[in-house]
């Protein structure tokens, strides 16, 4: 019996619903993932829900931390650690695979475990592989606890940009020219593939970009401009990722919309845009989180263009099969039609990221989008729908 059948107690039936927002991580985006933590636990209100911080250290262990979000912002442009924040450098938090029970116990060596109570829904807040990627929604189901954001299979396919770009091609939706060299081939036959990485630049140009195929927050992605940073820039993405892509550029404007799922469906925020950043070569992680370079919301488009982006956005939110939210970034090209570059089913939430602010410009405030997004959680089930 599942546990969302399982009869509730009177006390279950009094209490708050108990949040577990989850952070950090093994990716290389631990940091940003704590950040947003603090910005999410900042905006969950207290009189509705009782919350529970467990940070993931960059070595998978789960940890029981302090809720003090002050703690979790960035400081002197260094990034915030869950090791910094564990109540404990050994004890462990534990949740149960049994559908029957969301227990969550803590222990650590030496001492009796300690039951902390059970977890009515679980805010994942983690960015990259072993979080965003499917794998702790997987555990999720396998455990019976309802979470936020998207499912197994639309994590799996948003984290990864080549399966991305196949099913938004399917679908029709417009993606940009691509080269994918997948770990064996590199390994087998390097000259080959960087043959086939230097005739696509000879189809369509330099600059190229070269990124991890399994990473965000613009992690390990090196503008190219000739054939002479080729081999350090594929160095630099496989350091995060043994699969890579290689991209052409796509002259044009950056515009970024938010999906937000609503009981009638689906619906897009107003556009952002991402102006040229002079200090970086594109929108890289510094210019996103440290040096806090900003988008215009809304964009300066046109009433068509906003339709336009807006359609493609909810169009590639139902390709990928996401739930809850997602953040749809495109390139406005010069011949006026949009290219979609990549979607985010667990976009950043800092107070500087562009989908809470589209979604503030939209009308809904930051502290109306993590509750809505926690009670669509709390009301949708588990295993298959």
């Known amino acids: 019996m599942s546990s969302e059948n399982l009869p509730q107690s009177p006390e279950q039936q009094l209490r708050k619903p108990r949040v577990a927002v989850v952070f950090g991580g093994r990716s290389s985006e631990h940091g940003i993932s704590v950040v947003t933590a603090g910005a999410v636990l900042n905006a969950i209100d207290r009189t509705k829900y009782d919350v ?90 396998l455990s019976g606890v309802p979470y936020v954001g ?14 991305m770009k196949r099913v938004f091609t399917s679908f029709g939706l417009p993606v940009g020219p691509y080269v994918v060299i997948r770990p064996r081939e590199w390994d087998t036959d390097r000259s080959g593939a960087r043959k086939r990485i230097v005739d696509f630049a000879g189809e369509h140009g ?19 401009d000739d054939l002479s940073g080729l081999d350090e820039a594929i160095e630099e993405a496989r350091r995060h990722d043994p699969k890579f892509l290689v991209e052409s550029l796509l002259r044009g404007r950056e515009i970024e919309c938010g999906v937000l799922e609503f009981e009638d469906g689906p619906r897009a925020s107003v556009p952002a845009e991402i102006p040229p950043v002079t200090a970086h070569d594109f929108y890289d992680f510094e210019a996103k989180y440290i040096d806090s370079a900003s988008g215009i919301v809304p964009a300066p488009l046109t ?64 502290q109306e989008l993590v509750d809505r997004l926690i009670q669509a959680a709390l009301t949708r089930p588990t295993g298959l729908r």
């Open 303 to 366: 009433e068509e263009q906003t339709a336009e982006v807006q359609r493609l956005a909810v169009e590639a939110f139902e390709a990928a099969s996401c739930e809850g939210l997602v953040r749809a970034d495109f390139f406005l090209t010069e011949d006026g039609s949009f290219v979609i570059n990549e979607i985010n089913t667990l976009p950043g939430f800092t107070p500087i990221s562009m989908y809470p602010r589209m979604w503030q410009e939209s009308g809904v405030s930051y």
């Open 206 to 224: 330099w600059p190229l970009f070269i990124k991890p195929a399994r990473a965000g927050s613009s992690i390990g992605i090196t503008k190219v």
């Open 150 to 163: 998207a499912g197994v299979l639309a994590s799996a396919v948003g984290q990864d940009k080549e399966y």
């Open 52 to 141: 529970l911080p467990i940070g993931i250290t960059t070595d998978g262990r789960w940890a029981l931390t302090a809720d003090e979000p002050e703690r979790m912002a960035i400081t002197d442009r260094k990034m915030p650690d869950v090791a910094q924040l564990a109540e404990s450098s050994e004890g462990g938090v534990v949740l149960s695979v049994d559908p029957g029970s969301r227990e969550v116990v803590y222990s650590e060596p030496g001492s009796v475990p300690k039951a902390l109570g059970e977890v009515d829904v679980v805010f994942p807040v983690l960015h990259g592989p072993y979080g965003e990627d499917g794998t702790l929604q997987g555990l999720l189901e």
